[in-house]
């Protein structure tokens, strides 16, 4: 199977500093020595705070952004932030030629002006704005309406934004996205989206990536207890 994004190595390039923080994140240190490897439509990165999930998203979709030729997607991604790191500058990607440019970067801190850019750039006028729906119902609008076609959809914990339900529906958005030839890569605390009909689960801990059972996840055996016995919780706060 061709996918959009194959891999993605480390290539460094000018200006890199080889003291940057985030050489110490084991997951990005692998990535930096090692590479990583898509062979699936539907890849999700999960894991505890500060182990690098973002960070590792925004790389992979700022490097895949950089890569783009000729007419550029503008509403691929809201573009990056202040504090993103360099690291995309020293990544190279790989994957399908021609480089597909369907699909989007969407992060939570971003949405809004992205959705802003969006509804600036609306066909007509009555149609819908994206920033005159809830955050949940602008984010599933915003992915399922997107020109249908092959691309990567790149999504950073997209679960701020939606319901339970909400997410359920999303893994039908993805469904109908692979079933288009399309990649997903996307970074989750939710126990929902990471059970992805299909998908690769790596795992970012403090030793680097691993390949877990969707049931052998921490996240899953953490909120299965707690919905089991919230008051084992909650009576230490």
């Not at 999930?53 to 890569?67: M, R």
């Not at 783009?68 to 691929?76: K, L, S």
């Not at 399309?182 to 689960?201: E, F, K, N, Y």
């Amino acid at each position: 199977m061709s996918l959009p994004l194959s891999r993605v190595e480390f290539t460094p390039r000018d200006g890199f500093d080889p003291a940057s923080w985030y050489l110490q994140v084991p997951a990005i240190a692998e990535l930096c020595s090692r590479g990583v490897e898509f062979t699936n439509p539907v890849t999700v990165v999960v894991g505890e705070n500060g182990v690098g999930k973002s960070t590792l998203v925004e790389a992979v979709a700022g490097a895949w952004q950089s890569g783009f030729t000729g007419a550029q997607d503008r509403m691929w991604s809201a573009g990056a932030s202040a504090e993103d790191t360099d690291l995309p500058r020293h990544l190279t990607c790989t994957g399908m030629r021609p480089r597909p440019h369907g699909g989007c970067f969407l992060r939570a801190e971003s949405m809004h002006s992205l959705f802003s850019a969006a509804d600036e750039n609306r066909v007509r006028a009555h149609d819908q704005g994206y920033n005159e729906l809830s955050h949940g119902q602008s984010f599933l609008h915003y992915v399922a309406e997107r020109p249908v076609g092959v691309g990567l959809w790149i999504l950073d914990e997209p679960e701020a934004a939606l319901s339970f339900r909400s997410c359920l529906a999303l893994l039908g958005v993805i469904g109908d996205l692979v079933a288009e030839g399309s990649q997903v890569i996307m970074a989750t605390h939710s126990p929902i989206l990471a059970a992805c009909p299909g998908a690769d689960v790596w795992e970012l801990t403090d030793a680097g990536i691993e390949f877990p059972e969707w049931t052998d996840l921490d996240l899953v055996r953490d909120w299965r207890s707690f919905l089991d016995s919230p008051d084992r919780y909650l009576r230490h706060l």
